[in-house]
């Protein structure tokens, strides 16, 4: 228990001070003057050294106290009862106003700086710390056999089920979720599959050859069960996650976060070399795909948005895409060749391409061919695309644009309940 007092009575409390980065904290305020309201700011710095904060002002109750849990705020940055809402609501301030994502690049503790004031009393504030790594998980870096990746596992027992864990189109690796993944119990490989040497350096012409070296490496663990093999992906890394599942065996589930029903053109074309290409290769052989066609409307849209330095949302064109009837077919994912349980997540505000519709005809699919494995679609209303693991700021800044979609508030609750839906998913099918 911490506890820091303004003067000799009011107190503050932050249980635990410190917690992973998945864990609920609960914030109380105490012996302050009944019905006395009180400003809680929260506050911290993300890997640009870019300032977030969020504010919410609660109301003392008879007895002086006030728990942030279960209170609404009087006003602030949101205005439900969240006990992580002073988290989720942060935003970049003012003089910082162009950027429009909360970045982290590492595993290093987050640092949240929480001050409240108290009329006619010095303020009080305390440092909360919230980690990704837990203390007991070793990691391992990956250059061998050509894979590249990171490989996160629990020190003690096991065999432990394994996943490998895919980005999207950004080739960003997946680390604090596989460190989170492995403090719940799952052997995480972190694989980058492009955009570093010696990997192919755009999003085009990906041997699914690759996935299956990874595949045999994380079955080759001794920590691995190797019966229990999971392959997440996010985004372009759900179309592979898929794609990959249904063509090779050994894996036993799938878990698709804001996913495409179809093999959809590389990214990463030049201006010297703009050939249409396919994201993937299978033996040698480019895979069916949707080409990537703007019409003259969106080309418009993209300058336009450039021009005054705001982001692109490209569900628009991926839609448009889907117009090219006689390249559907072909390109569809045989979803139904997957040989085990298929999660599904998706934001029905999702701008950056439509992964509720994408999610909807996976389901389908699985459904028409009589799957014999459980699958679920999981969509949330007001989420857009960055749904990930939960309790860290998730405001897009809306006076920018926000080529993502969703609401501060629908993000923060897709993040927190599919994040559980994982977790469970996961505790079913190995169960």
Known sequence: MNRIAADKHTEMRIEPLQAQIDQKIDIQLSHLAPRQDVTITAATQDDNGITWQATATFRA????????????PLKGTYLQNHPMGLIWSMY?????QNQTL?????LQPLNIYFN??????SSIEIVHKRTFLAPDIKIESIQEQGLIGTFYTPEAGGPYPGIILLSGSSGTSKDQEAALLAAHGYNTLALTYFGVAPLPASLQEIPLEYFKKAIDWLRARPSVQTTQVVIIGLSKGAEAALLVAATFPEINAVIAYAPSALIHQGLGATSED???RSSWTYRGKQLPFIPYRPSIAFQEYILRQRQAQLPVAFRRAYMESLQNQQYLMPAMIAVEKIRGP???ISGQEDQMWP??????MIDERL???????????????EAGHKIGYPYLPTTINQARGNAYGGTPAGNAYAAEHSWQAVLTFLARIFS
Request: proline residues 5%; charged residues 25%.
């Open 92 to 96: 970049p301030r003012v003089d910082e």
């Open 355 to 360: 992964s509720t519709l994408f999610g909807d």
């Open 116 to 121: 409240a004031e108290i009329p006619g009393y």
């Open 61 to 72: 109750n008879e007895k002086g106290a006030i728990q942030v849990a279960n209170q609404r």
């Open 367 to 381: 459904s028409k061919h009589h799957h014999p494995y459980f699958h679920q679609h999981i969509s949330y209303a």
């Open 102 to 106: 909360f970045v982290k690049k590492d």
């Open 274 to 276: 703009s050939r249409e």
């Open 342 to 344: 298929v999660l599904i």
